[in-house]
């Protein structure tokens, strides 16, 4: 199945930031830190944790502690 725009003929954009973090978290059921998570969607550090953050205010996702060693996990 072709997903291309027929007005433009090019590719889907490529996924948010929200979908590629929701999916490398969910590949990780025992948690992720933020920089491993940050250079597997390959997105600056600084983006990622907003993202995490701001899902965690959502109930979306929890972390084990608010240090250096901080696990993202999906809630």
Do not use: C, F, K, N
Not at 30 to 35: E, H, K
């Amino acid at each position: 199945m072709d997903t291309r725009d027929p007005r433009t003929d090019e590719p889907p954009a490529a996924a948010s930031l929200t979908e590629r973090v929701v999916d490398r978290l969910a590949a990780h059921p025992d948690g992720v830190t933020t920089m491993q998570l940050a250079l597997e969607i390959r997105s600056a550090y600084p983006d990622v944790q907003a993202e995490l953050e701001g899902l965690e205010a959502l109930g979306i996702v929890v972390r084990t502690a608010r240090y250096r060693d901080t696990l993202w996990l999906l809630g």
